[in-house]
């Protein structure tokens, strides 16, 4: 039998989150108020997020131990496997090896639990009743629901509509862990009610339902706010998929050339590729490449500068790439890739070449997802399907170069709820 599955035993859970604020090259431009456009200290976040996260998001820490609360939870799914894909590099014929980092055997199905089970936990900590958040695809509301059911905290999703209408599961997932949900733009906030004004139809976007939340969340005393991804703890509680990656690929003697992962807000980008900044920058020639939607595409085609979070611009400025608050991304299928700005600790590295960035069409993508499902036997979310198109377009350059790389990605989630999608690929309908 060919081994072709790395396991780590769950005492190798990371015990720590990587903090890679302290390596940056260049500090991150700090955020600034929406209004005045000065720079805003920490205490400016505490209508919406708890101390304990916010401590986080600006930590000069590099490791940053995981509470034992959150460890014995993270032990429900952790540590995730590793595959190599011995299957699909038989089928492009590349001299590359292929390996991915499964994070769909989490109970929500993809990376998002591992953030949002600590986001849960520092809430409760400091006796928060109820989270008001966004989802685009749903994997962000389903996750959050899973993680305040475990801590008894009320949780309160406003879900991109056009995602509401394509993937009711994740719906009923998100009522199963025992949360509320409604399609966004709503007539709950001043936020929805604007957008539905204008369209009646419109069918919403991630920085749009972030206004709902925010609103939301500022709005009421027992409520705050939960992000799922861009911000610098969403990364941080991330870092445990690439720390387990580097203990995984070591005990089989490997270490990537490269490392590929799709990208949205950056969460499941960076908590696979930051744990190995350190060693690119002691000079480890390792490349990092995040893949995004052609039609979404923040990291290639939009603009390095200061832009806020959401659509009614009530979240802080940040420095990041960005196509415009107001940017309305068709609605493809990758709807966890629909954002129209980009992490800023994953910005400023694209902007210094530290990282690439690459954008695919969505048929293109598909046709990668179902070659990945045919030999490797999962099937992928759309989203995550990205990062598979970018790890076959490096094994392909492989065979054409007759060079053995090592290539590793991120399989971020499962596509079980996405099928929808794969029915309108097969259809000729995308
Ligand atoms: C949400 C999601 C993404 C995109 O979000 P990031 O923060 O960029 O990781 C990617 N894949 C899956 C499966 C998701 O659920």
Redesign the pocket.
Known sequence: MQSRMITLSQNEIPKKWYNALPDLPRPLDPPLHPGTREPIGPEALTPLFPMGLIEQEVSSQRWIDIPEEVMDILALWRPTPMFRAVGLEKALGTPAKIFYKYEGTSPAG???PNTAVAQAYYNKKENVKRIATET??G??GSALSFACSLFGIECMVYMVRISFDQKPYRKSLINTWGANVVPSPSNLTAAGRAALEKDPECSGSLGLAISEAVEDAAGREDTKYAL??VLNHVLLHQSIIGQECIKQMASVGEYPDVVVG????????AGLTLPFLPDKLGGKNIRFVAVEPKSCPSLTEGKYEYDVGDVAGMTPLMMMYTLGHDFMPAPIHAG??RYHGGAPIVSNLIHDGIMEAISVEQKQIFESAVLFARTEGHIP?P??AHAIHGAVAEALKCKESGESKTILFGL??HGHFDMGAYDAYFSGRM
């Not at 990208?263 to 980008?269: L, V």
């Open positions: 993809s990376h998002k685009g695809a994997q962000w799922g991804s799709c990208h949205g807000g950056g969460s499941n980008y966890g890739l979310a989203e995550s971020s989630g």
